[in-house]
């Protein structure tokens, strides 16, 4: 079946860095925009970032611009995403996703993997 | 950046009971907006799309409507597992943005 399994997430001090893995079975990662969304604890959604399906084209929100890196490895059906420079306001559950029908409407997430920025 | 409002925060109602939830937006969205679904504990499901197309597996009693700036989700007859948090989402200008939420609780 479709799946979506991120990795990565942990504790963090201010200032430290953090790969989030997103690992894709069940249907053809490669033909597929994909995009990491979170969550902050008792907030709502926040799309950080998408990429494109051959990954030449990245775009990003204001809060990710400058010290997140997004990327992705068609051949081993992964997502990626760096994170440097975290501070407490990336505390959050991130979650890996895409639309099947329509990239931009998300019917496929991963359960999320948790990041949490403290000192 | 658009801007997604959700009204209200709060909604108490009964099972059986109709439920309107309201998403006003910055500045048009055209009818790229899409409403989901989230449970405790759970990633966000995907309810309506395109403003008034239901996602597959959808229940009839849920419809979306509205253009521009100015969107309804309706839920016509609320079931037990209905109550939850809704958010809106524009995919017409990027940064895609959500809504904040509204809490459909159990009165």
């Known amino acids: 079946q479709v799946q979506l399994v991120e990795s990565g997430g942990g504790l963090v001090k201010p200032g430290g860095s953090l790969r989030l893995s997103c690992a894709a079975s069940?249907?053809?990662?490669?033909?597929?925009?994909m995009s990491w969304i979170r969550q902050a604890p008792g907030e709502g959604l926040e799309w950080i970032s998408y990429?494109?399906?051959?990954?030449?084209?990245?775009y990003y929100g204001d809060s990710a611009k400058g010290r997140f890196t997004m990327s992705r490895d068609n051949a081993k059906n992964s997502l990626y995403l760096q994170m440097n420079s975290l501070t407490a306001g990336d505390t959050a559950v991130y979650y890996c996703?895409?639309?099947?029908?329509?990239?931009?409407?998300?019917?496929?997430w991963g359960k999320g993997t948790t990041v949490t920025v403290s000192s | 950046e658009i801007v997604l409002t959700q009204s209200p925060a709060t909604l108490s109602l009964s099972p059986g009971e109709r439920a309107t939830f309201s998403c006003r937006a910055s500045?048009?969205?055209?009818?790229?907006l899409a409403w989901y679904q989230q449970k405790l504990g759970q990633a966000p499901r995907l309810l309506i799309y395109?403003?008034?197309n239901r996602a597959t597996g959808i229940p009839a009693r849920f419809r979306g409507s509205g253009s521009g700036t100015d969107f309804t989700l309706t839920i016509s007859s609320l079931e037990p597992e209905d109550f939850a948090v809704y958010y809106c989402?524009?995919?017409?200008?990027?940064?895609?943005?959500f809504g904040q939420g509204t809490k459909l609780e159990i009165k």
């Open positions: 395109d403003t008034l």
């Open positions: 990429i494109s399906i051959s990954g030449s084209s990245i």
């Open positions: 500045q048009s969205v055209n009818s790229y």
């Open positions: 989402q524009q995919r017409s200008d990027w940064p895609y943005t």
């Open positions: 069940g249907f053809t990662f490669s033909s597929y925009v």
């Open positions: 996703a895409t639309g099947s029908q329509n990239y931009y409407y998300i019917d496929v």
